[in-house]
């Protein structure tokens, strides 16, 4: 049973590794970028220019992530929308932030400034300049501290 056991683990583990393996990733120039992407740094970014952007394809997926000098990040799918945008410690634009998030933290942490932003499926986690991770529903709704 063990030995069926350590088998099947290796199996799963090479599998794993198989799958990593095919992941490629690629520097492109901004035109390559899907047009959502394009237009997302247009609006939010405009007269910034990145100082790489990596395509990277895996078996199922596809997304890009951009590097300004500022060592701001911003991750976006395989459809060009953009999922996290990371200031590395310092603000990022408050016009990527829903007007609901913005007008909370304005709110609640006055003198604080917004340095992540983190988009999934379930809604939004914030970080901020105090070192607090504030977590929101898709439609902005306060949900809780992260601890």
């Given at each position: 049973m063990k030995t069926k056991l350590n088998l099947a683990m290796c199996?799963?583990?090479g599998l794993a590794f198989g799958l990593s393996a095919n992941a490629q990733k690629t520097v492109i120039t901004k035109a390559a970028l899907p047009v959502n992407a394009q237009t997302f740094l247009k609006t939010h970014f405009a007269g910034q220019e990145p100082t790489y952007i990596v395509e990277d394809k895996?078996?199922?997926?596809?997304?890009?992530?951009?590097q300004?000098?500022?060592?701001?990040?911003?991750?976006?799918d395989g459809k060009g929308n953009w999922e996290?945008?990371?200031g590395n410690?310092?603000?990022?634009?408050?016009?990527?932030?829903?007007?609901?998030?913005v007008s909370?933290?304005?709110?609640?942490?006055?003198n604080t400034a917004i340095t992540k932003i983190d988009k999934g499926a379930w809604g939004y986690e914030v970080n901020l300049?105090?070192?607090l991770e504030l977590e929101f529903n898709s439609k902005g709704n306060f949900i809780r501290i992260d601890n």
């Open positions: 199996l799963i583990a895996e078996m199922f997926s596809k997304d890009y992530k951009v300004f000098a500022t060592n701001l990040e911003v991750e976006f996290e945008v990371d410690h310092q603000a990022i634009p408050i016009t990527i932030i829903p007007k609901k998030i909370y933290i304005n709110t609640h942490f006055a300049s105090n070192g």
